[in-house]
């Protein structure tokens, strides 16, 4: 790979779903080493100039409701049981001073995700207690509604945020945890915003404007988000991108108009690698390929202090006010 096609700070991946690789459950894989199975592993990440990755632990639909919490905890634990051996490549942060110092050491910084708020099974106790097992993001929903709010695959009932979903954002704030909207109906979403005091993150969505998918973000919900001071992670998953031609010129009008509506403070990526249901975007099928979409960025005339913003700075800033 060709230096000039990296950036000077690096990556910052903010979803993926590789960690029901780690379980066994999808075939022989091994993290600590290059695998033809799955779209990243620890030398990819290496080799791509990722610094910060965040793994997600997505509860599957057929464990809701009642068994999300222990579906996340197998989850946990067999992410925790796959990095411990790459400890001085890898390490697991509960703060920005963490990810400072791992960073600085040489080794990626990896922050833990639970995909659906059905873990928490009505309790804010749950989310206290995932907190110390070293949870610093919520993704409130998946599509499904839940105890919290409703996700997108009940956008058409106007539901927003329950009570109890009031009380998580309250301890959410309170903890120093990363909001996640990737998945929550509109109504849910201009309900966060109004009630949490911390920025929030939709780790991993489009623009509707250009692709109009219910799960991607309106021009709406992009300048509120730019009022709140959060992200937005830009994803690779191709329906996501276009509804005939998912490519990656079409990936970049996409970074182009969020660029224009929201600013380019609030733009960064969240690939969603390892959970693309094999529908992976044509020339980036791994996290190998990254240097591609720099590449391409580039030639849509964003400078290299723009690059560095997408690519990095902008997450970073939301993990150094929360965390």
């Not at 197998?74 to 960073?103: G, K, M, W």
């Not at 911390?198 to 404007?209: E, L, Y």
Request: aromatic share 8%; hydrophobic share 40%; net charge negative.
């Amino acid at each position: 790979m060709n230096k000039k096609t990296l950036t000077s700070k690096g990556i910052i991946d903010s979803h993926c779903d590789t960690v029901h690789y780690f379980t066994g459950e999808m075939g022989e894989y091994d993290f600590l080493n290059t695998n033809n199975l799955a779209q990243l592993d620890l030398p990819r990440m290496e080799a791509a100039g990722l610094k910060v990755q965040f793994f997600a632990l997505y509860i599957e639909p057929e464990y809701k409701p009642a068994k999300a919490l222990n579906r996340s905890i197998q989850l946990l634990d067999a992410f925790y049981r796959t990095v411990e051996p790459c400890y001085e490549r890898l390490e697991v942060i509960h703060s920005y001073n963490d990810l400072l110092r791992v960073n600085n050491q040489g080794k990626i910084a990896a922050v833990l995700t639970v995909e659906g708020g059905e873990a928490l099974e009505g309790e804010i106790a749950v989310l206290r207690m995932l907190f110390r097992l070293g949870i610093r993001v919520l993704g409130l929903t998946w599509n499904q509604r839940n105890e919290i709010a409703d996700g997108v695959g009940e956008r058409q009932t106007g539901g927003g945020l329950t009570r109890f979903g009031k009380k998580v954002i309250k301890e959410m704030n309170s903890l120093g945890m990363i909001i996640d909207l990737a998945h929550i109906a509109e109504k849910g979403f201009f309900d966060v915003l109004m009630l949490s005091n911390t920025p929030v993150i939709i780790s991993h969505a489009n623009a509707r404007k250009i692709c109009n998918h219910h799960r991607n973000i309106t021009d709406q919900q992009l300048r509120a988000l730019k009022e709140n001071g959060g992200v937005v992670g830009l994803t690779l998953y191709p329906p996501f991108i276009h509804e005939k031609t998912p490519n990656l010129e079409m990936l970049l009008n996409h970074f182009e108009h969020i660029a224009e509506v929201a600013g380019i403070n609030h733009l960064g990526i969240g690939t969603d690698f390892d959970g693309m249901e094999g529908k992976t975007l044509e020339g980036i099928y791994d996290v190998s390929s990254l240097h591609l979409l720099v590449e391409g960025l580039r030639s849509r005339g964003f400078k290299e202090s723009d690059l560095n913003k997408i690519l990095f700075e902008n997450f970073l800033r939301v993990i150094k006010e929360i965390m």
